[in-house]
């Protein structure tokens, strides 16, 4: 029946529409593969509709950023936005995503705290002919996800691993290097792709002995950190020094992101040791100003407004009954589907560069001169 019903659709001209929605393929959206559900659905829906957004917990700057973001720029297209974090955990996520299909919401775009928590509660939005967009972070497991908004994450791993080559080159002279290695937390499916990417530069340089993680602690999981929690990062950063650095010198930390960083570099000062080169990720403000004043190393700018405008973009499409702009229909397998991105570049900061990069930002500009 819904086979049927589907290849209507395909005769009547609306292939692509669907196609990216996932509709055709689905057998499990009943919702939208009604007769009047997956027309309108396809006919997009009224101006000024409910617009979820469930953002996670506020574990970094461009959480925050992104909430104001969406408020005003939901509200200037002249939606009715319900933005709200879930700082109690996956449970109050999952309530939140369910609360807002119930007050009408017809798209929840979603950067869950663990993406593969949420199939329940997006397949009951899907079957309501919500459509769900998955910001920053991919949603796994499930078909009811209809876009991918984020940064190309593999490409921050790279630029990471990448930058802590060049930093030890430049400030530690010539190898053998002693480094760490730090991942973001488990549950978040960015966590893999921002670590894969990172080895995938430094894994030739441990195997060539240029490196050496002297912990010997070199999987995704060893090292870790639950709920991207500085705590978590500092305290295994310590444990890591008071067992294995007595008697030698840490040249370099990997670390996912800004909040990591400058949770690694208090853990290596309080144990007296040799400011370490020391990746991040966010162009958070302190750690700008720590880069300008020498400390950190690098830094990613994933500059949040055009995030959220590129993800506002795929509301109004869908709005309108179109297909948002894509340009990758073959990475973000979540398990259960290719899930259709639109990847946005990330961009490497250093003191030389900062200048430069953040020569727009209102916040950051002044940080530089
Ligand atoms: C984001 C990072 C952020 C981290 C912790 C990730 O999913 O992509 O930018 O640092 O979450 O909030």
Redesign the pocket.
């Known amino acids: 029946m819904k086979k049927k019903l589907a290849s209507a659709l395909v005769a009547l001209g609306a292939t692509s529409a669907l196609m990216l929605s996932g509709c055709s393929s689905s057998s499990d959206r009943s919702g939208s593969d009604d007769a009047s559900g997956g027309a309108s659905a396809a006919a997009g829906f009224e101006a000024g509709a409910t617009i979820g957004v469930a953002l996670?917990?506020?574990?970094?700057e461009?959480?925050v950023l992104a909430q104001n973001l969406f408020e005003d720029g939901l509200t200037s297209d002249g939606y009715k936005p319900i933005v709200q974090f879930a700082n109690g955990g996956v449970s109050e996520q999952q309530n939140q995503i369910q609360a807002m299909v119930q007050k009408g919401a017809k798209v929840i775009v979603v950067?869950a705290i663990d993406g593969s928590q949420l199939g329940t509660q997006l397949k009951a939005a899907a079957d309501q002919g919500v459509k769900v967009i998955a910001y920053?972070?991919l949603v796994k497991n499930t078909d009811a996800v209809d876009i991918y908004e984020?940064?190309d994450?593999f490409k921050?791993g790279q630029l990471q691993g990448q930058a802590l080559l060049d930093g030890l080159k430049e400030r530690k002279g010539d190898g053998p290097y002693n480094i760490e290695l730090i991942s973001?937390?488990p549950d978040?499916?960015?966590?893999k792709p921002?670590f894969d990417g990172a080895m995938e530069v430094l894994q030739p340089k441990i195997d060539d002995k240029t490196l050496t993680v002297v912990s010997g602690q070199v999987s995704q999981q060893e090292t870790s950190t639950q709920g991207?929690e500085a705590e978590n990062a500092q305290n295994r950063m310590d444990t890591i020094l008071a067992g294995n650095y007595k008697d030698k010198d840490l040249d370099g930390i990997l670390s996912?992101?800004?909040?990591?960083a400058r949770a690694a570099l208090t853990s290596v000062k309080q144990a007296g040791k040799d400011t370490p080169v020391i990746t991040g990720?966010?162009s958070e403000v302190e750690s700008v100003k720590s880069i300008m004043a020498g400390e950190q190393y690098s830094t990613?700018y994933?500059d949040t407004t055009a995030l959220v405008n590129s993800t506002i973009d795929a509301v109004n499409a869908y709005q309108k009954g179109e297909d948002p702009e894509v340009n990758d229909t073959k990475s973000y397998d979540n398990g259960v589907k290719v899930v259709p991105a639109n990847l946005l570049d990330p961009v490497i900061v250093t003191k030389e560069n900062a200048a430069d990069v953040y020569k727009d930002d209102k916040t950051l500009a002044p940080l530089t001169k």
Do not use: C, E, H, M
Not at 188 to 191: E, G, T
């Open positions: 996670p917990q506020k574990t970094s461009n959480w950067g920053d972070r984020a940064y994450n921050v973001g937390s978040d499916a960015n966590s921002f991207w996912p992101n800004d909040t990591l990720q966010d990613i994933k």
